[in-house]
């Protein structure tokens, strides 16, 4: 019965996803009168998907002292502040009161041991600890800001607040409740945007191009794989996986958010070898293997097989081939330069890179330097981080960091 309840609050979140639900718990554990809203019929529908059902919540590699590191954005040191304040380690603390098993994985990832749906609960336990009002499903219509608070239509009617938090998320993902609103409300108010795109997302290639790999599809192996020039240069030491339309696991979808398109990537995929010394030395001890079979020493079989139809000066027996051949095949196979010709756009991204421009906010709480009241938190703000749980430790931190400003 939403009329009956209080129409006034501290706060309002929009958005009950990673972000929201956190700071809405903290907020209301600190006292605040909370309404969160979200307009989709299930609750943080990504933390339940994310990490391939296990939640990867955080990263231990996350260095508080310099954090921006492992995030992009126009300013990379927007994020400190909240990711100095409240840390991986503040996140662990959390999940072990709660008493949910993890394991950590790969680089710092740490996973639930069982489910997604534990750190769910977890989230709607502190919620309920803060005595958060929780509307679900709720749309949001309007936002209108009076004297000194915040007028918000929604679908269940119409509430007050000193304060608003917008935690709507980017737009990855659009069949689970993505949507354009958190970018619509900066714009209403005045707030510059750094355009969307997608990103942590399979790069595609052109279809004929494209053909002698595609019956790669499945394989995948350790690569190097870098994008940009100078400064600008970004390496990943990643798996890569061949689709059938290009590109994907780890190593593409950390370089994708760094790729600009009508830019190269560059894959080195026999790393920490010297491909051209090990061939010739092959051929100097006269081997009589063809050069698919000596290279399947170091690359997968099924590439290497894939790799010398490319030129028949690549399919004989290692003996006969010229040296300047194998050097050529060496240098094709660890300094492999291709363009892509996109993204698999949001219905496939993991995040959204771009979003509220960080010059518009306090990064101390996420407030509008220009419009009191109006916070913005997680992924619709311009902070993207790598693979690996840095994305939901940056829901995390700038949610406690807003929370803790909320008046
Ligand atoms: C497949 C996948 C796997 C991922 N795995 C990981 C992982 O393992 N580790 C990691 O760190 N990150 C992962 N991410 C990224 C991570 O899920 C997001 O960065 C994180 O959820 C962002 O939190 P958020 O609260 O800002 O947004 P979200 O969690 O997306 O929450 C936004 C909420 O706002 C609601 N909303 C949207 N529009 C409206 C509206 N108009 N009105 C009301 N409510 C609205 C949505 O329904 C949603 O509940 C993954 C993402 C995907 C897509």
């Keep these: 019965m939403p009329d009956a309840l209080p129409t006034i609050f501290d706060a309002i979140v929009?958005?009950?996803?990673?972000?929201?639900?956190?700071?809405?718990?903290?907020?209301?554990?600190?006292?605040?009168?909370?309404?969160?809203?979200?307009?989709?019929?299930?609750?943080?529908?990504?933390?339940?998907?994310?990490?391939?059902?296990?939640?990867?919540?955080?990263?231990?590699?996350?260095?508080?002292?310099?954090p921006q590191k492992h995030f992009l954005g126009d300013n990379p040191h927007f994020c400190r502040s909240a990711l100095a304040r409240y840390t991986p380690q503040d996140f662990i603390a959390l999940a072990q009161k709660h008493g949910i098993p993890f394991h950590e994985k790969h680089k710092g990832q740490l996973f639930g041991d069982r489910s997604s749906d534990d750190f769910i609960r977890m989230l709607l336990a502190e919620c309920a600890a803060g005595g958060v009002t929780h509307w679900q499903p709720c749309s949001v219509t309007a936002i209108a800001m009076a004297s000194d608070?915040?007028?918000?239509?929604?679908?269940?009617?119409?509430?007050?607040?000193?304060s608003?938090?917008?935690?709507?998320?980017?737009?990855?993902?659009?069949?689970?409740?993505?949507?354009?609103?958190?970018?619509?409300?900066?714009?209403?108010?005045?707030?510059?945007?750094?355009?969307?795109?997608?990103?942590?997302?399979p790069l595609t290639f052109d279809g004929e191009a494209w053909a002698p790999f595609a019956q790669l599809a499945g394989l995948a192996l350790p690569v190097r794989i870098e994008t940009g020039a100078k400064k600008e240069r970004v390496a990943f030491d990643e798996d890569l996986l061949f689709t059938h339309r290009g590109l994907?696991?780890?190593?593409?979808?950390?370089?994708?958010?760094?790729?600009?398109?009508?830019?190269a990537i560059r894959i080195d995929l026999a790393p920490g070898h010297d491909l051209a010394a090990e061939l010739l030395a092959a051929k100097a001890r006269g081997s009589r293997k063809l050069i698919a079979n000596e290279l399947a020493q170091w690359?997968?079989?099924?590439?290497?097989?894939?790799?010398?139809?490319?030129?028949?000066?690549?399919?004989?027996?290692?003996?006969?081939?010229?040296?300047?051949?194998?050097?050529?095949l060496a240098q094709r196979l660890s300094a492999w330069e291709l363009v892509p010709t996109?993204?698999?756009?949001?219905?496939?991204?993991?995040?959204?890179?771009?979003?509220?421009?960080?010059?518009?906010?306090?990064?101390?709480?996420?407030?509008?330097?220009?419009?009191?009241?109006?916070?913005?938190?997680?992924?619709?703000?311009?902070?993207?981080?790598?693979?690996g749980g840095y994305n939901f430790q940056w829901a995390w931190a700038s949610a406690a960091a807003c929370a803790g400003a909320l008046r």
Excluded at 344 to 372: F, I
């Design 342 to 387: 996109g993204t698999e756009g949001y219905r496939k991204a993991e995040v959204t890179a771009g979003g509220v421009d960080t010059r518009e906010l306090d990064s101390r709480s996420g407030e509008s330097r220009r419009v009191p009241g109006l916070y913005f938190i997680g992924e619709v703000v311009d902070v993207t981080g790598w693979l």
């Design 164 to 201: 608003v938090v917008i935690a709507t998320g980017g737009l990855s993902i659009p069949k689970i409740g993505a949507s354009d609103f958190g970018y619509r409300i900066a714009q209403q108010f005045g707030l510059k945007l750094v355009p969307p795109r997608p990103a942590l997302v």
């Design 299 to 328: 690359v997968p079989a099924r590439l290497a097989d894939a790799w010398v139809q490319q030129d028949p000066a690549w399919q004989r027996p290692v003996n006969e081939a010229g040296d300047k051949s194998l050097q050529q």
């Design 149 to 162: 608070f915040y007028e918000v239509r929604t679908s269940r009617g119409t509430v007050q607040a000193r």
């Design 248 to 263: 994907s696991g780890p190593a593409v979808l950390q370089v994708s958010s760094y790729w600009k398109e009508g830019t």
């Design 14 to 66: 929009i958005g009950a996803g990673a972000a929201g639900l956190f700071c809405a718990g903290v907020a209301g554990q600190l006292g605040l009168k909370v309404l969160l809203v979200d307009h989709a019929e299930k609750v943080a529908e990504k933390i339940r998907i994310s990490g391939g059902g296990r939640c990867n919540f955080t990263n231990r590699d996350l260095d508080a002292r310099a």
